[in-house]
């Protein structure tokens, strides 16, 4: 049978292997949140609403399905191959440098960080909580892929544009805010103002 994204999705959804499970949770969590906050808020009862939902929870999910082949200690499932193909085919020489010299021989530390890093985005996004600093890193991440990747054989460099504007695109308009658990928290303390510039910044 050819392979197709909704056989694809139907296999990745029962695959019990870890951490693939804790998806289901995140999923959960968005579920959650979204029906706390269509039943608590009618103005958000909207198609525009729903599918800024929908949408960050498929951006969030390309974000947690690109971690699963970073998981610690298994760098080379493909981590350390892209790596290098950043040291052979970047677009700026100190780039180049930093992965060749310090990046690599250290995998042991950056490794779980990138783990780290991109599972913090597919968590932020799904569950649509403090989306504006989940879209930040997000942008950075795709701006160093974008740089590092530009002349790698076979790439599309617009590929990583398009997801850092993406990215870029949340940082401006947070959609945590429809149906995420930003709108929750915008609910709790009211219309961000001057003494509470914490959570206008996260949220």
């Not at 460099?157 to 709108?183: K, N």
Request: glycine residues 8%; contains cysteine; proline residues 7%.
């Amino acid at each position: 049978m050819l392979q197709n994204p909704f056989t694809d999705t139907l296999n990745a959804l029962a695959d019990t292997s870890f951490p693939k499970p804790a998806f289901w949770l995140l999923l959960f969590g968005c579920a959650v949140a979204a029906t706390l906050v269509w039943r608590s808020e009618p103005s958000q009862r909207s198609i525009q609403d729903t599918g800024r939902c929908m949408l960050r929870v498929i951006v969030g999910s390309m974000w947690w399905q690109q971690s699963l082949w970073k998981v610690p200690p298994h760098y080379d499932w493909g981590l350390i191959h892209w790596m290098q193909e950043m040291v052979a085919h970047g677009s700026i020489q100190l780039q180049s440098n930093l992965v060749r010299d310090f990046v690599l021989p250290n995998i042991a530390i950056f490794g779980p960080l990138v783990y780290a890093i991109e599972v913090a985005i597919g968590a932020s996004l799904i569950l649509g909580f403090v989306t504006r600093i989940g879209a930040l890193l997000g942008a950075l991440m795709a701006i160093n892929l974008w740089l590092g990747l530009y002349n790698a054989p076979g790439e599309w460099p617009w590929t990583y544009v398009f997801l850092v504007v993406i990215q870029l695109i949340y940082l401006i308009d947070p959609p945590g805010r429809s149906l995420g658990i930003d709108a929750l928290l915008w609910r709790r303390r009211g219309t961000p103002t001057k003494e509470t510039p914490l959570l206008a910044l996260m949220a």
